[in-house]
């Protein structure tokens, strides 16, 4: 028996990247998926991907950071699927640069890409999961253990999911919800995937170098184990597991690594 059958997801930022991988993977294991990107422009060239799948996939076009649009996401949903099972917060804008330097324009881009569409979709889609028993999860980081020079809108944002789902578990323990977040590795980003500077300009993401990088295909895999072993926190990685066991114990050291990383990456 297939680990999704029947079972509705609703991912949010699934055009591309990891959303696209998970949708993906929910489909061959049986599952319908709601996809969801900004641009209704969009909508044939996603939804020919996923041909194969056309009676279990629709596609809605809705900016979640706007409240009126991610509760048309999750009541377009319904009205298809008749319930949502699972709702993936995926969507978000990374950025990069001091927080002194960067625009205003970014730091509101980033935090309504990720944090408040998070919020206004599961806010919206809560009355539907607890009927089904279902989950909510949060794809963060593994920025959000140890905040990262350069980086402190996105380990902002991505810590905030932590502190959500610690809440969110109270408040929907006795429905049988289950909500997680997964402190997500370094993974394979598409070609066409961009970050905004400081001053709000669109640019290729920074290679990793010298770091393990997970496939899209690997880290969806490990996002959906999450969800069916119903799992609170997985961190993934060998790596991130020792960077998030060291900083509980002694985070003056991930300081310090990270720290003489910074200095290294901004340095003239």
Sequence with gaps: MKRFENKVFVITGSTQGLGRALAFKVLNEGGQVA???????????VLQQFASFQNR???????????????KLIEATVAHFGRIDVLVNNAG????????????SV???????????SLFASHYAIPHIKKTKGSIEFIS??????????????SSVKMAYIGAVQSLKKELH???????????????????????NANG?????????????ASQDESAGVVLNQIYKRK?????????????????????????????????????
């Design 201 to 213: 300009e669109l640019e290729a993401v920074p290679v990793r170098k010298g770091l393990p990088v």
């Design 35 to 45: 996809l969801n990107g900004r641009k209704e422009a969009k909508k044939d060239e």
């Design 107 to 117: 730091i509101q881009e980033v935090v309504d890409s990720n944090l408040t569409g």
């Design 57 to 71: 996939v629709i596609y809605v076009a809705a900016d979640v950071t706007k409240s009126d649009e991610a509760r």
């Design 174 to 196: 006795d429905d049988g919800v289950h909500v997680g977040a997964i402190y997500l590795g370094f993974t394979k980003n598409d070609t066409t995937k961009r970050t905004l």
């Design 141 to 154: 980081s593994l920025a959000a253990i140890h905040g990262l020079g350069n980086y402190s809108l996105y």
């Design 93 to 104: 804008m990374s950025a990069y640069g001091k927080l002194e330097d960067s625009n205003p």
């Design 232 to 268: 609170t926190f997985v961190v993934q990685s060998a790596l991130g597991k020792a960077n998030f066991l060291v900083n509980r114990v002694l985070p003056r050291i991930i300081h310090a690594v990270l720290l003489n990383q910074f200095r290294k990456m901004t340095k003239d």
